[in-house]
């Protein structure tokens, strides 16, 4: 039989070590699909082609991305040039001539995945996403038929292999914050902003699908609520690790009483949780499902061939359809479209948690008692308290506390009053905790 000719947007990172992973492992990609994969006409402006192992094998290299959706002997459209625009116009052209689509980008699903669905789902073609949370970690796959049987109760995933990587050497190497950042850009994992990685947007973009697959809304990427690691100081990092925490960049989606949460913050996590022990770029994703109770995903999150991985795994999906298996379609968010439920996401000063929080408090008596009496006084519950000791002739010591759950509105009223005790000196650090057990 023929080959299915694919047509391949983007030669950078992800769209070189998919070229590369197809020509070394054609024959077995083949025999799992039941067609050879050819990719035969691919757009790029910017590459390296001594970089790229198998690029003589494509049948065509132009500049205009536009002329490989609109090639009528493309079956299947790889976009793998990321971002919003013109990802989105070229994904719904390649739609409405017809064509499956493969894509490794999360923020395009994030923001316009119901739009690309619907249009999907009309004219009868695939979507497929798998690269586009967690890299090379089967993730998508997992929660759309693995769990399948599940009511999934919550996930919370180490979701940005940039942000892990910084925490991580910060951490164990006292390394300063740029000088990792560089390095993982160099290393080919950051995103073209880095502010993408850093600040949560990233890990929103892949969390809104999660919570979509898990939960079976539509994809609301604008209701996730986002804090990036860049105000975490060594001495958080310190304290919760006396106190046997570590923090951790995460993603979480519960499904909570009142609605469901969807929310992207530093969070302080028990040490001995296998998950707190996700290091370097490293990703990984717990799911706690009602049957199947906790499982763990590891792998990497980013990197050419581990996001090859996941992109190929897409393109073998689609080839069996053309080819072995036309009637299996696994609905796009694993819920039937027609059934997708408008429970609303909850805002974040609706969701509960628990706290750990940092101040710095004059060093004299009543002052800890005034701070407690707030939190009594909003209802929260104090787990432990740890004061350090003045610095040399400093007047105000360092107080670090964690906090039972509480809903965050009552915390923000309480760290509100807190701070505008003249008695403490700045703002309150405030770092969300979550004990993640099974
Ligand atoms: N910038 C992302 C990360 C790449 O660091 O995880 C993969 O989406």
């Not at 395009?108 to 789902?121: T, V």
């Not at 180490?158 to 300063?176: A, P």
């Not at 609303?344 to 706290?355: G, Q, S």
Request: hydrophobic share 45%.
């Amino acid at each position: 039989m023929e080959p299915v000719k694919v047509g391949l947007l983007g030669l950078g990172t992800v769209g070189g070590g998919t070229l590369t992973v197809l020509t070394r492992n054609a024959n077995e990609i083949a025999r799992r699909a039941g067609r050879g994969i050819e990719i035969a006409h691919a757009a790029a402006r910017d590459y390296n082609p001594a970089s790229i192992e198998g690029l003589e094998h494509v049948g065509r290299i132009g500049d205009d991305a536009f002329a490989v959706v609109d090639d009528p002997e493309i079956q299947i459209v790889v976009e793998l040039i990321g971002g919003y625009s013109p990802a989105r116009e070229l994904v719904l052209k390649a739609i409405a001539n017809g064509k499956h689509v493969v894509t490794a980008n999360k923020a395009l699903i994030a923001r316009h995945g119901n739009e690309i669905f619907a249009a999907a789902q009309a004219r009868g073609v695939m979507v497929g996403f798998e690269a586009a949370v967690a890299g090379g970690i089967p993730i998508i796959k997992a929660l759309r038929e693995g769990l399948a049987a599940n009511h999934i109760e919550w996930i919370a995933g180490i979701i940005n292999g940039t942000g892990n990587f910084i925490l991580t050497e910060m951490r164990d190497k006292g390394r300063d914050f740029a000088d990792v950042l560089a390095e993982a850009q160099a290393l080919g994992y950051a995103e073209a902003d880095p502010t993408f990685d850093v600040e949560g947007i990233d890990a929103a973009h892949k969390l809104t699908i999660l919570g979509s697959l898990a939960f079976g809304i539509p994809l609301q990427f604008e209701r996730c609520f986002t804090e990036g690691i860049s105000k975490i100081g060594a001495l958080d990092v310190t304290y919760a690790a006396e106190l046997g925490y570590r923090i951790k960049h995460l993603g979480i989606a519960r499904r909570s009483p009142g609605g469901i949460e969807l929310r992207v913050h530093p969070t302080l996590i028990p040490e001995r949780r296998l998950i707190a022990n996700v290091d370097g770029v490293m990703n990984a994703v717990l799911v706690k499902g009602d049957a199947v109770g906790p499982t763990l995903y590891y792998g990497a999150g980013a990197g050419a061939l581990p996001t090859a991985s996941a992109v190929i795994a897409d393109l073998v999906d689609v080839v069996r359809t053309l080819t072995t298996d036309p009637n299996n379609r696994v609905p796009h968010l694993a819920f039937q479209p027609d059934e997708l439920v408008d429970t609303p996401v909850l805002r974040m000063d609706e969701i509960e948690t628990a706290y750990y929080l940092r101040l710095s408090a004059l060093d004299q008596p009543g002052v800890m008692a005034r701070i407690a009496s707030i939190l009594g006084e909003e209802g929260i519950s104090i787990e432990a308290i740890k004061q350090k000791e003045p610095g040399e002739g400093e007047t105000h010591v360092p107080l670090v506390m964690l906090t039972h759950r509480v809903i965050e509105g009552r915390m923000n009223e309480a760290i509100a009053r807190i701070e505008a005790l003249e008695s403490v000196q700045g703002a309150v650090m405030r770092i969300r905790m979550e004990s993640l057990s099974g």
